[in-house]
Structures are given as structure tokens and as C-alpha cells.
């Protein structure tokens, strides 16, 4: 079946660097990715709808020169966390499906955390 | 966005079968019913969606209720890997967008 793969799977880094975090679709062409957020014991938070070859789209509350996304490729987005600070700390989750009514495949998850 | 509502937690115990309601009340007429559950430390991982009609797959069978205002994932028979959080969705299609909004879903305890 369809397999996303997230990269790194835990970052651990000072407060103030800047992380970037891969999310690959393997076996397909994903034209739409998202990005999740979830702290701990709750539910996972939409951050950004990644879109190949346009600019993302942002939820309601999520800074976007904070939270920068890049979607260069079908089967490449990228999400920077800029100048990461100790309340960034969190599990960040991407996920990509095929065009039309399919289920969305989701990756392993990035734990960050920022010291 | 359409809301969904589940118990925080079911239990069950192992080989038993298990249903998770959700209910939808606010569902539109073109909205599908997707369910995902979430292993501890990892993503979540697609069961199963349907629109009116029982669906049925490898993993869990969805029953809709014919009103589409509520619905119940079945588990046959649970085993301790199914233990997780399980979440109802309605898929949100407004404006072309497949996003899903994820509430807080019901953590399913599986005991031996």
C-alpha cells in the first residue's frame, strides 16, 4: 500500500536552531500534503496544507515564518521549524493521499524537542 | 467543520468483539465517514470510511446508521495491537480541500 516516510523520527536541539523535517511519499504523487502538531495526550492539530509548486496554506493561529513549508516535488514537502524554542517541543506529523475520496497515509512522526 | 462525538475511552477484552460509536449529527450529504487509529509514538493509520452503505475490510467492518447521524466501527475480535486512540472524521470537502480535522477520539484499552 501507499507509504509516506517522515524524516528525521526525533531531533533533539538548543533552543534558537533552526529544524527541518522531510516527509517523502514513496509510492505515489501526492499534489497535497499536511502537517500536523500533537502535544502530549491530545488529539492531533492541523497546521498547514502543503501544495506542489504553491504556497501553503495556513490554519488559523499558525505563524507562517515560523512554520515554513516547502513543497518542491509530487513526493517531497519539507517543514522548517525556525529558531525553535522550548514551546515548539512536540510530535509533528505529515501525511499525503492520492486525489479524490482516498484515505490519507500518514508518517511515523517527528518528536522534537528543543532544550 | 462537521463535528464528531465519541466516549474518551472503551475497554474490551481480548478476542471479544468491540464497537466504537460515533455520533454526526451536523454530517451534509456529501460528507464520508473516515475512521483512523493512532498506536502510541506514531502516526495515525488509516480503518476504513464509508458514505451510506456498511462497509467491511480486512480490519473492521463501519456501520452507518441509515439517518448517516451516527455510526460504530466494529472490531470482530480485538487482539492487544488494537489497543489505541481511535478517531471518527467527517472528511471535509469544502472548497476542494481533503484536510482532516481531527477531534479527540476514544482510547481503546484491550485487555489480556
Known amino acids: 500500500g501507499a507509504v509516506v516516510s517522515q524524516h528525521p523520527s526525533r531531533v533533539i536541539c538548543k533552543s534558537g536552531t533552526s529544524v527541518k523535517i522531510e516527509c517523502r511519499s514513496l509510492d505515489f504523487q501526492a499534489t497535497t500534503m499536511f502537517w500536523y502538531r500533537q502535544f502530549p495526550k491530545q488529539s492531533l492539530m492541523l497546521m498547514a496544507t502543503?501544495?506542489?509548486?504553491?504556497?501553503?496554506?495556513?490554519e488559523q493561529g499558525v505563524e507562517k515564518d515560523k512554520f515554513l513549508i516547502n513543497h518542491a516535488s509530487l513526493t517531497l514537502s519539507t517543514l522548517t521549524v525556525t529558531s525553535a524554542h522550548p514551546e515548539d517541543s512536540s510530535f509533528y506529523i505529515c501525511s499525503a493521499s492520492i486525489p479524490g475520496n482516498q484515505p490519507q497515509h500518514f508518517g511515523d512522526g517527528t518528536r522534537l524537542s528543543i532544550l | 467543520d462537521a463535528k464528531t462525538t465519541q466516549p474518551n475511552s472503551m475497554e474490551s477484552n481480548e478476542e471479544e468483539p468491540v464497537h466504537l460509536p460515533c455520533n454526526h449529527s451536523t454530517i451534509s450529504g456529501t460528507d464520508y465517514i473516515h475512521w483512523y487509529r493512532q498506536l502510541p509514538s506514531q502516526g495515525p493509520e488509516y480503518v476504513i470510511h464509508g458514505l451510506t452503505s456498511n462497509v467491511n475490510n480486512r480490519m473492521a467492518s463501519l456501520a452507518i446508521a441509515e439517518d448517516r447521524k451516527s455510526s460504530t466501527l466494529i472490531l470482530h475480535r480485538a487482539t492487544l495491537r488494537d489497543a489505541a486512540v481511535y478517531y471518527c472524521i467527517l472528511r471535509d470537502r469544502q472548497g476542494g480541500s481533503e484536510k482532516l480535522v481531527f477531534g479527540k477520539g476514544t482510547k481503546l484499552t484491550v485487555n489480556p
Open positions: 502543503s501544495n506542489e509548486g504553491s504556497k501553503a496554506t495556513y
